[in-house]
């Protein structure tokens, strides 16, 4: 391979970081260049989520990097969902019949500290802090960036521009504007935007509820949900409209009201928030997005990575792991495509990597908007939980024949989004069809009726596949 490569990577977010260690791992001139100060020195919140779910796609790239026993130290296991309703009464709800597969609470901070310092490891990578991207030309293979530190501007010219820069990627905006090539962009937003609040730990620093849960408080239209830090606290999310229902963000402008709506809609949260009205009024309320766009490169000289080519809404819990996974997918590319040391070389890299990815990164896409719906309303449908019970009884029963649809997006991470996402759906149309026809039942023979399930999943795949669905 020609070590020499130099390669530029704009964001030193999560994906950046991961790929510049991977990158600094295979030998390559790796240049960070990050807008922001370094989170390691300097506290940033930047409304962003503190925490994040933490799952088996993501493991793989920590395995790729050698880094899953240290990352496994900052997770927070959570079996399930811990679902709260309005009289503050709780039942706990598996992510999987098997006892070994569950998701993670991860800090955000902390994850990427601990990929930025071992990619700093390595001599042949640089990370720059305060270093705001203004614009790519990337048909010079330069960027133009502004250093916050000396208050001026200057290029960096490179071999490979690769920006991780997020949803707001500025290499892709370039794509766009520039209009160079047909280049298509699309940026569709949820009507409920999202704010952060917090329960904090107890005077003794105890969690103040169930700690090995994603706490959720579905309400038809709108939800909250919780996850557990390391310090006792949970980060808290609440998901609502702004501007439909009787309470939403543009109305909730007092504290008489938030105080009103929690009291009705979140009574049990309430008690164990005091300082709600103090988080709610400081913290910024955000949008929730998503994006697709094609192609993610320009020939053998920039690409796009990570939220720059796919934002995703947080539904699912994938938007983390499925940018880790892409970099272990690039690597795997790297891998096959020997000693790449010219454009074209890079190109076709580009090329085979964007062909073999985007079709499962826009399937976490969809994916990840229909979780939205399931998990502030569908959870507390009857005939959804009789289906998660059956699932469940599958699982535990037959953990190597059955996995639904959460378990193949989750703990299946050796098969695409798309594989995971076209099996999941046929699995549950076969399964809600034959409960409300009464075809089957938890006190079924469970052997008879998982092989009714895969029979009927297997026809439903067909009938997609001949209507070209699939």
Same mark, same amino acid.
């Given at each position: 391979m020609n070590k020499q490569q130099n390669i530029l990577i704009i964001g030193a977010g999560l994906c950046g970081s991961l790929l510049a260690l991977r990158l600094g791992q295979r030998g390559y001139n790796v240049t960070v260049m990050e807008k922001r100060p370094d989170l390691r020195k300097v506290a940033i919140s930047a409304g962003r989520s503190i925490n994040l779910a933490f799952s088996d796609?993501?493991?793989?790239?920590? %395995?790729?990097?050698?880094?899953?026993?240290?990352?496994?130290?900052?997770? &927070? +296991?959570?079996?399930?969902?811990?679902?709260?309703?309005?009289?503050?009464n709780t039942f706990l709800s598996n992510y999987s019949g098997r006892d070994y597969e569950y998701i993670n609470s991860i800090s955000r901070g902390g994850l990427n500290a601990l990929l930025l310092d071992e990619a700093e490891k390595h001599e042949n990578v640089t990370i720059q802090f305060n270093r705001k991207c %203004?614009? *790519?030309?990337?048909?010079?293979?330069?960027?133009?960036?502004?250093?916050?530190?000396?208050?001026?501007?200057?290029?960096?010219d490179t071999d490979v521009i690769i920006a991780t820069d997020g949803a707001g990627s500025i290499l892709r905006k370039s794509y766009y504007l520039e209009k160079k090539f047909l280049f298509s962009f699309s940026q569709d937003y949820l009507t409920h935007g999202y704010k952060e609040l917090s329960i904090l730990p107890a005077d003794s620093g105890d969690y103040k509820t169930y700690k090995n849960a994603l706490h959720i408080w579905p309400r038809g239209s709108f939800m909250l949900i919780a996850?557990?830090?390391?310090?006792?606290?949970?980060?808290?999310?609440?998901?609502?409209?702004?501007?439909?229902?009787?309470?939403?963000?543009?109305?909730?402008?007092?504290?008489?009201?938030?105080?009103?709506?929690?009291?009705?809609?979140?009574?049990?949260?309430?008690?164990?928030? +005091?300082?709600l009205i103090?988080?709610?009024? %400081?913290?910024?309320?955000?949008?929730?997005?998503?994006?697709?766009?094609? +192609?993610? =490169?320009?020939?053998g000289n920039t690409l796009l990575m990570g939220d720059a080519a796919h934002a995703i809404v947080p539904f699912y819990g994938q938007g983390m792991n499925a940018?880790?996974?892409? *970099? *272990?997918?690039?690597?795997? &590319?790297?891998?096959? =495509?020997?000693?790449?040391?010219?454009?074209?070389?890079?190109?076709?890299?580009?090329?085979?990597y964007e062909s073999t990815r985007k079709k499962?990164?826009?399937? &976490?896409?969809?994916?990840? &908007?229909?979780?939205?719906?399931?998990?502030?309303? =569908?959870?507390?449908?009857?005939?959804?939980?009789?289906?998660?019970?059956?699932?469940?009884?599958?699982? %535990?029963?037959? +953990?190597?024949?059955?996995?639904?649809?959460y378990s193949l997006v989750t703990f299946n991470e050796n098969i695409g989004y798309r594989e995971a996402m076209l099996k999941g759906r046929a699995q549950d149309k076969a399964i809600l069809n034959m409960l409300a026809e009464g075809e089957i039942d938890l006190n079924s023979d469970l052997r008879l009726v998982l092989e009714k399930i895969n029979s009927e999943t297997q026809e439903i795949l067909q009938e997609d596949n001949i209507a070209g669905l699939k």
């Open positions: 796609r993501g493991n793989k790239a920590m %395995k790729l990097v050698g880094l899953e026993s240290k990352v496994n130290a900052l997770c &927070i +296991p959570m079996n399930g969902r811990m679902i709260h309703d309005k009289e503050g %203004k614009s *790519v030309d990337f048909e010079k293979t330069t960027a133009l960036f502004y250093d916050y530190d000396s208050k001026s501007d200057f290029i960096e996850l557990p830090n390391l310090d006792g606290s949970f980060t808290v999310t609440l998901f609502l409209s702004y501007d439909d229902g009787d309470y939403n963000f543009n109305n909730l402008t007092t504290p008489e009201s938030v105080t009103e709506f929690f009291k009705k809609e979140f009574p049990d949260a309430l008690n164990l928030m +005091p300082n103090e988080d709610f009024f %400081k913290n910024p309320t955000s949008p929730l997005g998503t994006v697709k766009c094609s +192609p993610w =490169h320009y020939k940018s880790f996974e892409d *970099v *272990v997918e690039f690597d795997n &590319i790297l891998e096959a =495509h020997n000693k790449p040391s010219t454009k074209s070389d890079w190109e076709n890299i580009f090329k085979s499962d990164t826009d399937a &976490i896409a969809d994916l990840a &908007i229909d979780n939205f719906y399931e998990m502030k309303d =569908h959870v507390n449908n009857h005939l959804f939980r009789e289906k998660r019970n059956l699932e469940m009884a599958l699982e %535990k029963n037959f +953990p190597e024949q059955y996995a639904s649809k």
